[in-house]
Nanobody, 113 residues
Framework: QVRLEESGGGLVQAGGSLSLSCAAYGSDFSRYAIAWHRQVPGKKRESVAL???????TYGSFVKGRFTASRDNAKAMVYLQMNDLKPEDTATYYCNWPAFSTWGPGTEVIVSS
């Protein structure tokens, strides 16, 4: 059974940085793409980054160079480095394993103005 677990969320001031991590369990991690999504209550979940099995990243249009997604296949980990955070980045951030339709429980990011 595959499982994802995010960590690293918290409260940060606008302009600050946070680093999120996602641990993957239960399958041959290196074979599959992994994604980061985010959701604000009452709004549709949106894609932040899709990381291919070899590390190629496709970002959501709102990222505009502020976030960097990466993965470590040896550790079965995915990362999201977020810089120049804005209040509109406040959301719950989720790790997603599309091949298994699996989501982590999410980690909350709050950016104060």
């Amino acid at each position: 059974q595959v499982r994802l677990e995010e960590s690293g969320g918290g409260l940060v001031q606008a302009g600050g940085s946070l680093s999120l991590s996602c641990a993957a369990y239960g399958s041959d991690f290196s074979r599959y793409a992994i994604a980061w999504h985010r959701q604000v209550p009452g709004k549709k979940r949106e894609s932040v980054a899709l990381i291919s099995n070899i590390g190629t990243v496709t970002y959501g249009s709102f990222v505009k160079g502020r976030f960097t997604a990466s993965r470590d296949n040896a550790k079965a980990m995915v990362y999201l480095q977020m810089n120049d955070l804005k209040p509109e980045d406040t959301a719950t951030y989720y790790c997603n394993w599309p091949a298994f339709s699996t989501w982590g429980p999410g980690t909350e990011v709050i950016v104060s103005s």
